[in-house]
């Protein structure tokens, strides 16, 4: 078969065919970039909500995502925009992740991390800790400046001590909404996976210009856990995962079953082995010449797979979590610039942007 770069005929075969090809946007190829957030999924209705609580989340998430895309549009890496996006999350008191995280049967508040760069597949994660005043910076310190991936309890305290992190007394994370929710609780005597009070989880991905990815959540976990109870968020491959061959992705929901499904490497997996195929697929739609050899090749760099196929892939995987029990949901961004969601509860705090202009932010299920 004669490697031929493709030619405007096979672009258009290709886009009839339904492979779409990676077009170039208003800024051109290069400029290319996009961002998907979220602050947590579950019942997430109209009725629960009040007009104040609703302003101030879609503030606080409008103004996360434009700090995200600033950092992308300047040309800074995939991985600096998740963090920068994940920081101002966990500093508002909105969300369940650093101030306002949840707290633990106990009183306490021991909260869950991860980040990964999907250039090289680093990762780091920290799982029950406090003392930190941004979970996200000490995952991050995890990947950069540790032999290891992740780090727990106490011994991650020191560590982010030792990396002169900014630490903050344990009543820093207190909300009077929080405190309110664990006295309910436990005047209820219920369990943690009885009541809906787990909200707020944060994550980020992104492609930045140079087309890597990356992914990250911080979490408060759910609220009245004990015996040192550790859910997907910290988890790399179940809660977040990021590879540039595939995608990256930020869950949120009921982590025990995103841990089995393990849904973050499960979907980016099915992303990296469809596309092969989808090229398989789009080469045997390329005219042959007279002696039955194909006349062009195509090119794996300008070949993506279009939007209706990504999303699909997330829904069968979160539909499986369904199936199991689980419920919750995804952001993903892929390395061809989509970003999005997908989710079966009734609403998720979310938003995306990319270069192509694209920019939203929604809380319930029948928003964009
Ligand atoms: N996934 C988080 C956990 O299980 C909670 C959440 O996302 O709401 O700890």
Same mark, same amino acid.
């Given at each position: ?10 672009? #258009? ?23 998907? !957030? ?21 503030? #606080?998430?409008?103004?996360? %995502?434009?700090?995200?895309?600033? +950092? ?16 101002? %999350?966990?500093?508002?008191?909105? &969300? ?5 995280? +949840?707290?633990?049967? @106990? ?30 910076? %000490? ?23 030792? =990396?002169?992190?900014? =630490? ?9 909404? $929080? ?49 040192? $109870? ?5 988890? !790399?491959?179940?809660?977040?995962? #990021? @590879? ?18 393990? +849904? ?7 992303? $990296?082995? $469809? ?13 042959? @010449? ?12 300008? &070949? ?7 999303? =699909?892939?997330?829904?069968? +995987? ?12 995804? !952001? ?13 509860? #009734? ?22």
């Amino acid at each position: 078969m004669p490697m031929i770069k493709p030619t405007l005929a096979a672009i #258009a075969l290709l886009c009839w065919t339904g492979c779409a090809m990676a077009q170039a946007d208003d800024h051109g190829d290069d400029a290319r970039w996009s961002i998907a !957030i979220h602050g947590g999924a579950g019942t997430i209705k109209r009725d629960k909500i009040t007009p104040e609580q609703d302003k101030a989340i879609r503030e #606080a998430l409008g103004t996360a %995502l434009a700090a995200g895309s600033k +950092v992308l549009k300047d040309g800074g890496s995939a991985i600096d925009a998740v963090t920068a996006t994940i920081m101002i %999350l966990e500093n508002d008191p909105n &969300f369940n992740a650093g101030k306002g995280a +949840v707290f633990t049967w @106990d009183k306490t508040n021991e909260l869950d991390s991860s980040i990964m760069d999907g250039s090289d597949l680093s990762a780091g994660a920290v799982a029950g800790i406090n003392g930190t005043k941004n979970p996200i910076l %000490l995952a991050r310190a995890v990947k950069d400046h540790s032999p290891h991936v992740m780090l727990s309890g106490e011994g991650a305290n020191q560590f982010s001590r030792e =990396q002169g992190l900014e =630490q903050v007394t344990p009543d820093y994370y207190a909300t009077p909404y $929080r405190l309110q929710q664990i006295e309910d609780l436990l005047a209820r005597k219920v369990s943690a996976a009885d009541v809906d009070y787990k909200f707020g989880t944060v994550g980020a991905v992104a492609m930045d210009q140079e087309g890597h990815m990356a992914a990250g959540t911080s979490t408060g976990g759910m609220t009245g856990k004990r015996w040192g $109870r550790i859910g997907d968020s910290p988890i !790399i491959g179940a809660g977040t995962y #990021a @590879d540039d061959r595939s995608c990256a992705i930020s869950a949120t929901g009921s982590g025990e079953y995103f841990i089995r499904l393990g +849904v973050a490497h499960e979907i980016c997996t099915r992303v $990296r082995m $469809r596309w092969p195929i989808a090229i398989e697929e789009a080469q045997l739609t390329v005219p042959k @010449d007279e002696a039955g050899n194909y006349t062009y090749a195509i090119h794996a760099s300008e &070949f993506m797979l279009p939007d209706a196929e990504i999303q =699909q892939i997330a829904d069968d +995987v979160i539909a499986e979590l369904g199936e199991l029990g689980g419920d919750g949901g995804i !952001i993903y961004a892929t390395p061809w610039g989509q970003a999005g969601y997908s989710f079966n509860t #009734a609403g998720m705090y979310r938003g995306r942007a990319t270069s192509a202009g694209e920019q939203s932010v929604s809380i319930y299920g029948d928003e964009e």
